[in-house]
């Protein structure tokens, strides 16, 4: 299935990072990966990266947060459809990222039915 734009990864670990992008790519979707949340800015601002079709963040990274990140992108009024991924999942850590309007918070390692479901779910928000 054709996917509205790039699915953008950011997470400061490797593996971590080149194993998403590796499942995302398995479902037939395009990808950038990026190594922290500032990575991920600056390419955005000098690339004009903005309405990308989906983001998917680590929830916790050296500098700045993947919930520090979204927050920023929710500011600028330019936040894609977001998933978080972390190995801490906690109900308040979900209820906190899907009350700042992300599609969810899914625990590593990502179950790939489930991170396919919330790719669909981000196209028809960008569509």
């Avoid at 299935?1 to 593996?15: L, Q, R």
């Avoid at 037939?28 to 955005?44: H, P, V």
């Avoid at 990502?110 to 981000?122: G, K, M, N, V």
């Amino acid at each position: 299935m054709p996917f509205f734009g790039t699915v953008s990864i950011v997470d400061d670990n490797e593996a971590s990072r080149l194993a998403i992008a590796n499942l995302v790519r398995s479902l037939g979707w395009q990808t950038l990966l990026f190594d922290s949340a500032e990575a991920y800015l600056s390419r955005r601002s000098l690339a004009g990266l903005d309405g990308l079709g989906c983001l998917i963040s680590d929830v916790r990274m050296p500098g700045m947060s993947g919930i520090e990140l979204h927050e920023q992108l929710l500011a600028s009024g330019d936040a894609p459809p977001t998933i978080f991924v972390t190995a801490f999942t906690t109900e308040a850590l979900r209820t906190r990222v899907t009350a700042n309007g992300a599609l969810a918070l899914l625990k590593k390692p990502i179950d790939t039915h489930e991170l396919q479901q919330c790719l669909e779910r981000a196209m028809v928000k960008r569509g």
